[in-house]
């Protein structure tokens, strides 16, 4: 049995809602709650330690991500701001460049600091990792020359874009799915066309996925800090990420944007429970 090692990753400095922090831990709480049987697929869990909180809390943490995720392991990261690929992928890309990525979500998270309408470094995580705008010092320990390339990727669910991110799409030919495309094709379309494309472009013999959950409707997963109504319906997901799993290429993925803090009734923060850990269980199998 394939065994996987679980990283909390609470990241919250990419965006202005602490809560996302907790993401990890609310989850696994519920899978303990509930004696889930997906925790038997976990044989190392990861977590960071924060006792020394200082002035670079983020950086201490993306040091800690990329350290953890230098693994032979097949890894779930937990965040967390989406902002944590940037230290996730930087270091799974050092081991494996032609790992093919899927990214749900519905922003594009490929604005620059000079793009940005907001700032806010989770709306930017791509722009760092296809070397549209360079690291910042403080990033140093990122550097690496495997970026990744307009091919090796394919987004799911876009449907909140600004302007500059459309012309960025655009002119590199990104592939992607909108929100729209994802809900009107068969989960064998969107399986077959996805992989084709990555196989053409010689890329995905190994499958990281970035999920975002703003990816899905905000009626399955509520506790989120920018949720985008008409989202990823959440069976045809399922049922993708169990024909993904199926693949066994899937050898890494990360689950971000989860808010417990932002849930306006005990029933979302069920709702967004109960759909989480649907979409591990449909990708890791228990
Ligand atoms: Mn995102």
């Given at each position: 049995m394939t065994q996987w090692k679980w990283l909390d990753a609470p990241i919250h400095e990419g965006q202005t809602h602490k809560g996302v922090c907790l993401g990890g831990q609310t989850l696994l709480e519920h899978l303990r709650d509930t004696h889930s049987?997906?925790?038997?697929?976990?044989n190392e869990f990861k977590f960071y330690?924060?006792?020394?909180?200082?002035?670079e809390a983020m950086v201490n943490k993306f040091h800690f991500l990329h350290d953890e995720c230098q693994t032979e392991k097949n890894l779930m990261i937990i965040g967390g701001d989406h902002s944590l690929s940037i230290a996730s992928l930087s270091s799974i890309l050092k081991n494996d460049p032609k790992r093919g990525i899927l990214w749900f979500d519905?922003?594009?998270?490929?604005?620059?600091p000079d793009s940005s309408p907001t700032g806010h470094l989770h709306g930017m995580p791509l722009a760092y990792l296809m070397n549209r705008t360079p690291l910042e010092e403080r990033f140093d320990f990122l550097k690496s020359n495997h970026f990744i390339q307009p091919q090796q990727i394919v987004y799911f669910g876009l449907r909140d874009l600004d302007p500059d991110e459309v012309a960025f799409l655009d002119e590199s030919s990104v592939k992607f799915f909108s929100a729209d495309d994802y809900n009107n094709k068969s989960v064998d379309q969107l399986f077959s066309e996805s992989f084709l494309y990555l196989k053409d472009n010689s890329f995905g013999e190994s499958i990281h996925i970035s999920f975002d959950?703003?990816?899905?409707?905000p009626k399955d997963f509520p506790c989120t800090g920018t949720p985008v109504n008409q989202g990823l319906n959440l069976p045809k997901t399922l049922s993708l990420l169990e024909r993904l799993s199926?693949?066994?290429?899937?050898?890494s993925a990360e689950f971000v944007e989860f808010n417990p803090e932002l849930c306006q009734t005990p029933e979302d923060l069920a709702q967004s429970n109960t759909t989480l850990g649907s979409c591990l269980k449909a990708l890791i199998g228990a």
């Amino acid at each position: 049995m394939t065994q996987w090692k679980w990283l909390d990753a609470p990241i919250h400095e990419g965006q202005t809602h602490k809560g996302v922090c907790l993401g990890g831990q609310t989850l696994l709480e519920h899978l303990r709650d509930t004696h889930s049987p997906l925790l038997s697929k976990f044989n190392e869990f990861k977590f960071y330690d924060d006792a020394n909180k200082t002035s670079e809390a983020m950086v201490n943490k993306f040091h800690f991500l990329h350290d953890e995720c230098q693994t032979e392991k097949n890894l779930m990261i937990i965040g967390g701001d989406h902002s944590l690929s940037i230290a996730s992928l930087s270091s799974i890309l050092k081991n494996d460049p032609k790992r093919g990525i899927l990214w749900f979500d519905a922003h594009g998270d490929v604005n620059h600091p000079d793009s940005s309408p907001t700032g806010h470094l989770h709306g930017m995580p791509l722009a760092y990792l296809m070397n549209r705008t360079p690291l910042e010092e403080r990033f140093d320990f990122l550097k690496s020359n495997h970026f990744i390339q307009p091919q090796q990727i394919v987004y799911f669910g876009l449907r909140d874009l600004d302007p500059d991110e459309v012309a960025f799409l655009d002119e590199s030919s990104v592939k992607f799915f909108s929100a729209d495309d994802y809900n009107n094709k068969s989960v064998d379309q969107l399986f077959s066309e996805s992989f084709l494309y990555l196989k053409d472009n010689s890329f995905g013999e190994s499958i990281h996925i970035s999920f975002d959950v703003d990816s899905l409707d905000p009626k399955d997963f509520p506790c989120t800090g920018t949720p985008v109504n008409q989202g990823l319906n959440l069976p045809k997901t399922l049922s993708l990420l169990e024909r993904l799993s199926q693949t066994e290429k899937v050898k890494s993925a990360e689950f971000v944007e989860f808010n417990p803090e932002l849930c306006q009734t005990p029933e979302d923060l069920a709702q967004s429970n109960t759909t989480l850990g649907s979409c591990l269980k449909a990708l890791i199998g228990a």
